[in-house]
């Protein structure tokens, strides 16, 4: 990475939060930040290229209200395997400075919008009311009656004994259970319906708090800079915001491990800085002296 570059951004956030100023920084994180902690992605709704199968079953056949209804059982195992996996990665330490900038709010105004499920933001005490999971949570679960409004967040594993994944993960050819009595998955403890991942699947329309949440944000705070971390400017919710916020005059930071050069256009008319290297790596070395400042100047 070029040290003028680092500097130049290091020097434009710390002048849009000197003499009692904050920040407007929107942070739009994908699968590269869970690459860098060992895990690999599914597949969802917006990412049909990441489509990976799982014992012979693509993410399209089982990320599907069609599937869940035809086969609950063999669903919520391919979800009992995703959060295994995903309790068993660490947060890295772009999770972490992510968590740092969410909860640092008399420096900056920070919203974090992931693609990610797989519940690491949240085990670095990513502040909650700065975290929008735009594809759901791996961790939350959902009661599937439709008078009934449960749902709830939690890391059990398993989550009931039939779920139980453990036996099968590292055996790509042992046969999966077939899981035929409801009773054996998740149930609502209100209603006793059976619960559902609380992951936006293929064909369902994201949940529109969200959007909401997201729209509000960038137009009460006219976003400084939009960071694009793991991703690229072609996935959907990047995509839509770009614009956004170019317009809004904000300016533009990508970590990533390939250049993005399609941005890289934008920058006659938009400043977009490019940190090209692991995320987990880039993310700290950037913003950690820009906290150490913050911090002393308090
Ligand atoms: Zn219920």
Known sequence: MEKEEIESFQQFILDKSKNGQKANILALVGSGLSVSSGLHTYGNNSDLASNVSWRNYS???????????????????FYA?????????????????????????SNLN??????????LHERVHHNSDSLLEFHGSLFEV??????????SFNFNDPLTPSLDVTKYIDSKTMELPKIENISQLPLCPICGTLLRPGVIWFGEALPL???DKADEFIIDYNIDILLIIGT?????????????IKNQGGKIAVFN????????????????????GDCATTLPEIFNPILINWKNSQ
């Open 232 to 244: 690229s400017h072609s996935i959907w919710p990047t995509s839509s915001y770009i614009d956004l």
């Open 59 to 77: 993410s399209i056949d089982l990320a599907t209200p069609d599937a869940f209804e035809t086969n609950p059982g063999l669903v919520w195992l």
């Open 209 to 211: 708090y969200l959007i």
């Open 257 to 276: 491990t390939i250049r993005d050069l399609e941005l890289e256009k934008l920058n006659s008319t938009t400043k977009v800085w490019q940190f090209i």
């Open 142 to 151: 959902i009661c599937t009656n439709f008078n009934c409004n449960y749902r």
């Open 81 to 105: 395997y995703r959060r295994h996996l995903a309790l068993l990665a660490t947060p890295n330490n772009g999770h972490k400075i992510l968590a740092d900038l969410s909860n640092l709010t």
């Open 110 to 119: 920070f919203l974090t919008i992931t693609q990610n499920m797989d519940g």
